[in-house]
């Protein structure tokens, strides 16, 4: 067999097997009706010819088989997780895939899944494994690569010239349309991924707040814990309107609910260095993020704040990589665990931590498991099993849309629990600081309305699901504080909000963009 044909036969089977998505999601937009038809046989034409253009740019004698071997097993899982949770793979998600914790993947396997990596994926990769090539001269195999390209070149131009029109809305008004294709867009997608990530050199951190500085000393001490959620849309909380009760201990607190907070991103690798970052959301990327110090830092360079962060989850995702790091997601250091170890855990020792620094300004940020899915119904204990049935199962598109409520609720449920001995612990220093509570989810989730699961769309596309988030203050006897929860607001706020919490002066503070007043 050639070069040629065998690239031919694996892009018609990615074609016709790993493309159910794009075929799916482009049927709903153009229906199979009059012109539509003709229109919908030229996509998978193009899509087919490129796809043989892209292999045959890529192949050599030494390169043919490890690229479509790879393509196709990486193609396998791609169609799965779009498949089923209807998720884009674009340089985010991978980011996101990269930064996940082994016991988080663990959560994303299951047997549908070995189903698509096997059929899909092994033993077509086995098939090209086992079949011979056959290679002529290198004058030969350049001949045959020319003639491929020029075929697949002017075999594109004439369709896209052919249906110029229907192109011209295809590639402009239904721009996510092409995000869902496979393996295209994740190729492209660890392309800009890697142009995102890879610096020519070392990483030189800019430094930023150098000239912060603590004003009104002769006030109490001030003691903030900053609590991280995850994956808590705002929707489905109770003092949100949320036809549940599922807030039923912080309704008790005197606390102040933040009902119009949207988040930086839609994962948890985005957004949570967004949110600590003096970027405002349309200004933000990775390689910024990454370059440049955060909230952290500037309070830091004050000398008179203590920062301890406590992780639950993943990691900080590069926050906290300058101050203090815990690592609670296992039994090393987190006495409260199960079947996993939980956000309650992070408490355990808070009492010690601050009395060891009386008289000092403190901030405690505590990274939770919270809502993380698909596995929501381990995000919780037996007590907060409230709402029944639940889903058991990290294939949420078996479930029905009751039982995948029921078992987000519960986890929500349990996160209210969590903030409320927040609340508790700080209460017991009252007198002694001015204490705080701040919480904000770093991102929403998606639980099955038009087929999304989970989170992690671009942000354009995002259902509000996914970007206004669950947030919470709560100000202690000593503090007059006061933030007008019927604005709105976002991550954007979180670096200025922080720093004006513990009277800091500095340049990079913007008094505007301060949720306290």
């Known amino acids: 067999m050639t070069q040629t044909r065998l690239i031919t036969i694996v892009a018609?089977?990615?074609?016709?097997?790993?493309?159910?998505?794009?075929?799916?999601?482009v049927l709903n937009v153009y229906h199979f009706e009059g012109m539509n038809i003709l229109y919908l046989f030229s996509v998978v034409i193009l899509l087919f010819t490129f796809?043989?253009?892209?292999?045959?740019?890529?192949?050599?004698?030494?390169t043919t088989k490890p690229i479509l071997i790879l393509i196709l097993l990486v193609s396998a899982s791609t169609a799965y997780f779009m498949d089923s949770y209807h998720v884009v793979i674009d340089s985010d998600m991978i980011r996101n895939t990269i930064q996940t914790d082994i016991d988080e993947s663990s959560d994303l396997l299951s047997f549908k899944l070995l189903g698509y990596l096997l059929f899909l994926g092994i033993l077509p990769a086995y098939f090209i494994y086992k079949t011979p090539i056959e290679y002529g001269s290198i004058k030969v195999e350049l001949k045959r690569k020319?003639?491929?390209i020029l075929i697949s070149l002017l075999l594109m131009i004439v369709i896209l010239f052919s249906f110029s029109k229907f192109y011209t809305s295809f590639f402009r008004e239904h721009k996510p349309l092409r995000y869902y294709t496979n393996p295209t867009y994740w190729i492209y997608s660890i392309g800009d991924y890697i142009a995102k990530t890879l610096n020519s050199g070392e990483i030189i951190v800019k430094p930023i707040g150098l000239d912060a500085k603590v004003i009104n000393r002769n006030e109490k001490?001030?003691?903030?814990?900053?609590?991280?959620g995850e994956a808590a849309r705002a929707d489905h909380f109770s003092?949100?309107?949320y036809k549940r009760e599922t807030n039923p201990l912080l309704k008790k607190e005197d606390i102040i609910n933040l009902p119009h907070v949207s988040s930086c991103g839609t994962s948890t690798a985005h957004s949570v260095p967004c949110m600590f970052s003096i970027f405002d959301r349309d200004d933000y990327s990775y390689k910024k993020g990454i370059s440049t110090e955060n909230v952290l830092d500037v309070l830091q360079h004050t000398n008179n704040i203590d920062i301890l962060w406590r992780d639950n989850n993943s990691d900080s995702k590069g926050v906290a990589l300058r101050v203090p790091f815990e690592d609670y997601k296992t039994p090393k250091l987190n006495t409260i665990c199960d079947e996993e170890c939980r956000d309650e855990g992070m408490l355990v020792g808070l009492d010690d931590y601050i009395e060891k620094r009386k008289g000092k300004d403190i901030l405690i940020v505590l990274?939770?498991?919270?809502n993380h899915g698909p596995a929501y119904n381990k995000r919780y204990?037996?007590?907060?099993?409230?709402?029944?049935?639940?889903?058991?199962?990290?294939?949420?598109?078996?479930?029905?849309?009751?039982?995948?409520?029921n078992a987000y609720d519960n986890a929500l449920l349990h996160t209210d629990h969590f903030l409320s001995e927040v609340i508790q612990l700080l209460k017991k220093y009252n007198t002694s600081y001015q204490t705080t509570m701040m919480y904000m989810s770093d991102h929403g989730e998606s639980l099955g309305e038009h087929g999304l699961y989970l989170h992690g769309l671009p942000y354009f596309m995002a259902p509000d699901a996914q970007t206004h988030v669950g947030a919470i203050a709560w100000f202690g006897q000593?503090?007059?504080?006061?933030?007008?929860?019927?604005?709105?607001?976002?991550?954007?706020?979180?670096?200025?909000?922080?720093?004006?919490l513990f009277n800091v002066e500095t340049k990079v503070y913007d008094q505007k963009m301060d949720m306290i007043k």
């Not at 001490?221 to 991280?228: H, R, S």
């Not at 007590?383 to 995948?404: A, D, G, H, M, R």
């Not at 504080?481 to 922080?498: A, G, M, Q, R």
């Open 12 to 25: 018609l089977f990615l074609i016709l097997f790993t493309n159910y998505s794009f075929f799916t999601n």
């Open 51 to 62: 796809m043989i253009l892209l292999f045959t740019l890529l192949s050599s004698r030494y």
């Open 146 to 148: 020319m003639k491929t």
């Open 221 to 228: 001490p001030k003691l903030v814990i900053m609590v991280v």
């Open 239 to 241: 003092l949100n309107g």
């Open 367 to 370: 990274h939770q498991m919270g």
């Open 381 to 405: 204990t037996k007590e907060f099993k409230q709402f029944t049935p639940v889903c058991e199962t990290n294939q949420l598109e078996e479930c029905s849309q009751e039982s995948i409520n």
């Open 478 to 500: 000593n503090n007059k504080n006061k933030i007008d929860p019927t604005k709105e607001y976002s991550h954007d706020n979180l670096f200025h909000t922080l720093l004006g």
